[in-house]
């Protein structure tokens, strides 16, 4: 069974930083093309930042120059550093392969950025 646990949400004034932690289990991280995602109420899930196995990364606009992806092959974690956080990244974020799988949605970690 696969499973996700997403941590290291919190509370931050705007420039702050978190980081936040992704730990797998039931599948290998390390060949899977991995990704953080993000959701506000009222509205889907949207990417934030992909991770390939060859470690090529991909970010949306918006988070550029502020989120890294990384990943621990060896914990079967991904991380998401940010950077310079903003009110509008306040969000739920979320890890799961990319495409994402239905069934691998875990709880989420709380992002809230304050002005």
């Known amino acids: 069974q696969v499973q996700m646990v997403e941590s290291g949400g919190g509370m931050v004034q705007a420039g702050g930083s978190l980081r936040l932690s992704c730990a797998a289990s039931g599948l290998t991280i390390w060949y899977l093309t991995m990704a953080w995602y993000r959701q506000t109420p009222g509205q889907g899930r949207t990417l934030v930042a992909r991770?390939?196995?060859?470690?090529?990364?991909f970010y949306i606009d918006s988070v550029k120059g502020r989120f890294t992806i990384t990943k621990d092959n060896a914990r079967n974690t991904i991380y998401l550093q940010m950077t310079s956080l903003k009110p509008e990244d306040t969000a739920i974020y979320y890890c799961?392969?990319?495409?994402?799988?239905?069934?691998?949605w875990g709880r989420g970690t709380q992002v809230t950025v304050s002005s």
């Open positions: 799961n392969e990319d495409p994402p799988d239905a069934g691998y």
């Open positions: 991770l390939r196995m060859d470690n090529s990364t």
